[in-house]
């Protein structure tokens, strides 16, 4: 069964960076387009950005263009998901998404 696991989150001081990370298993991982969306605390959810299966076509949120990075390595069936010049307003659960199925998320705090 598809499989979506996440990691990298953590508290990072406002400005920072982190790199999320997807390690996906269970379906063909270059076939298909992924995603990023996220949930802040209070809020639904949010689509961030999405890439398509080669790896070559990306989308981003007006919120976070120019400042987060989507990618992945088919070799290694991951997503990637690289945020610079990180807000208080990033702060959220992220998770990795394929069509209905996402994991279960990894938490991202922008703090001072």
């Known amino acids: 069964q598809v499989q979506l696991v996440e990691s990298g989150g953590g508290l990072v001081q406002p400005g920072g960076s982190l790199r999320l990370s997807c390690a996906a298993s269970?379906?063909?991982?270059?076939?298909?387009?992924m995603s990023w969306v996220r949930q802040a605390p209070g809020k639904g959810l949010e689509w961030v950005s999405s890439?398509?299966?080669?790896?070559?076509?990306?989308y981003y949120a007006d919120s976070v263009q120019g400042r987060f990075t989507i990618s992945r390595d088919n070799a290694k069936n991951t997503l990637y998901l690289q945020m610079n010049s990180l807000k208080s307003d990033d702060t959220a659960v992220y998770y990795c998404?394929?069509?209905?199925?996402r994991g279960q998320g990894t938490q991202v705090i922008v703090s001072l």
């Open positions: 269970g379906f063909i991982f270059s076939s298909v387009r």
């Open positions: 998404a394929k069509d209905g199925s």
């Open positions: 890439i398509d299966g080669g790896g070559r076509i990306t």
